[in-house]
């Protein structure tokens, strides 16, 4: 499941705007509930999996539960922009879910 976030916005003694996370809720994931357009979509998703899948030394750490639970679920309920980009690259869905795999284990 992805998250919705509440931002509320205060401000500072000076007079300063600050976005403050306020709330969390569970929701869907929208950006992979999108149709999947071969133009539009395939090298943004190919790129996306392959910085996930690929990428050993990064300021962020992508084996965190929060980046790979998203994917992982989208991939196993057959969502529209993963299921058309799967049809036209199926070895990359193999690839997902053994990262998913791994990284959800240790």
């Given at each position: 499941m992805g998250r919705l976030d509440k931002i509320t916005e205060r401000r500072t003694p000076r007079g300063k705007v600050r976005r403050v996370l306020s709330s969390t809720v569970p929701g869907p994931p929208r950006r992979f509930d999108i149709p999947y357009d071969r133009k539009l979509h395939h090298r943004a998703v190919l790129e996306e999996i392959r910085n996930l899948v690929t990428q050993k030394g990064s300021r962020f750490n992508l084996r965190k539960p929060r980046i790979v639970q998203p994917w992982?679920?989208?991939?196993?309920?057959d969502a529209p922009m993963l299921k058309g980009f799967f049809a036209d690259e199926p070895k990359w869905r193999d690839k997902l879910l053994r990262w998913c795999a791994k990284a959800l284990q240790g």
């Open positions: 992982l679920d989208a991939t196993l309920r």
